[in-house]
């Protein structure tokens, strides 16, 4: 955390910062659809020796050896399920694709690497979309409890942004990208945003509890991408070392 705090006061300051650290600082950013991750991720990844990356678009190679470690797993989830849970298991495939890049990127070049919807995202999504037809299943148990335990041990702290759910809304309507709940009522809106912070605050209880992981939370209803970036990096700066 220290070698943080010398990433965000340069940030702030415009200055460079100096090669102190050893690894990098890895924070994941969460919150509802229209929070202002990735928009927040954008301005980070514009920062010296920042690095943005999340569980999509990763290298074929990643995604390749995850899968086919994922096998037995997979063969349990499904004789367990009596179903073929493809979306679940791809989900599943991404985030162990993700921690095999981290391992390869967290380079001394890299000062801080920004999660956009990284393991807390993917094991809110599996619990939000699969928590009934997973439930059940002592594989994706024993995977939960593994991927907890190893990402733990990874993310140094999680972001988490959230605004009310009219300014939610708003936005998720108003941006040209699509999503699924964008022609929905206000009513429906909301409850999708609140079964994902259901899932979030679950998930990352269970992050912080195994090994001093930090959370912070920022309130994400500025405007402006820039101002909330900002607020991010001089909330950062207030964690303890």
């Given at each position: 955390?220290?070698?943080?705090?010398?990433?965000?006061?340069?940030a702030l300051r415009g200055t460079s910062l100096p090669q102190v650290a050893t690894h990098p600082v890895i924070v994941e950013l969460v919150g509802p659809a229209g929070a202002g991750?990735?928009?927040?991720?954008?301005?980070?990844?514009?920062?010296?020796?920042?690095?943005?990356?999340?569980?999509?678009?990763?290298?074929?190679?990643?995604?390749?050896?995850?899968?086919?470690?994922?096998?037995?797993?997979?063969?349990?989830?499904?004789?367990?399920?009596?179903?073929?849970?493809?979306?679940?298991?791809?989900?599943?495939?991404?985030?162990?694709?993700?921690?095999?890049?981290?391992?390869?990127?967290?380079?001394?070049?890299?000062?801080?690497?920004?999660?956009?919807?990284?393991?807390?995202?993917?094991?809110?999504?599996?619990?939000?979309?699969?928590?009934?037809?997973?439930?059940?299943?002592?594989?994706?148990?024993?995977?939960?409890?593994?991927?907890?335990?190893?990402?733990?041990?990874?993310?140094?702290?999680?972001?988490?942004?959230?605004?009310?759910?009219?300014?939610?809304?708003?936005?998720?309507?108003?941006?040209?990208?699509?999503?699924?709940?964008?022609?929905?009522?206000?009513?429906?809106?909301?409850?999708?945003?609140?079964?994902?912070?259901?899932?979030?605050?679950?998930?990352?209880?269970?992050?912080?509890?195994?090994?001093?992981?930090?959370?912070?939370?920022?309130?994400?209803?500025?405007?402006?991408?820039?101002?909330?970036?900002?607020?991010?990096?001089?909330?950062?700066?207030?964690?303890?070392?």
């Amino acid at each position: 955390m220290s070698d943080l705090k010398y990433l965000i006061w340069s940030a702030l300051r415009g200055t460079s910062l100096p090669q102190v650290a050893t690894h990098p600082v890895i924070v994941e950013l969460v919150g509802p659809a229209g929070a202002g991750k990735s928009a927040v991720a954008d301005v980070l990844r514009g920062r010296e020796h920042v690095l943005r990356v999340s569980i999509w678009g990763l290298q074929l190679r990643f995604v390749s050896w995850s899968a086919v470690t994922l096998l037995p797993t997979f063969l349990a989830l499904c004789l367990g399920t009596h179903s073929v849970p493809w979306e679940e298991m791809k989900q599943m495939i991404r985030l162990g694709a993700l921690r095999r890049f981290l391992a390869r990127a967290a380079t001394p070049r890299q000062r801080l690497i920004v999660l956009d919807e990284g393991p807390v995202f993917a094991l809110s999504w599996l619990q939000v979309f699969g928590g009934e037809r997973l439930a059940g299943s002592a594989a994706y148990q024993r995977w939960v409890r593994r991927t907890l335990a190893a990402w733990a041990g990874v993310l140094d702290v999680i972001v988490r942004l959230d605004a009310p759910d009219p300014v939610l809304a708003q936005r998720i309507r108003s941006r040209e990208k699509p999503h699924m709940v964008k022609h929905l009522s206000d009513q429906e809106i909301a409850a999708f945003a609140a079964r994902f912070r259901a899932a979030f605050a679950a998930v990352i209880a269970a992050v912080t509890s195994l090994n001093g992981t930090q959370q912070l939370t920022v309130s994400a209803e500025l405007a402006h991408p820039e101002d909330l970036a900002a607020r991010v990096l001089q909330g950062l700066a207030t964690l303890p070392t």
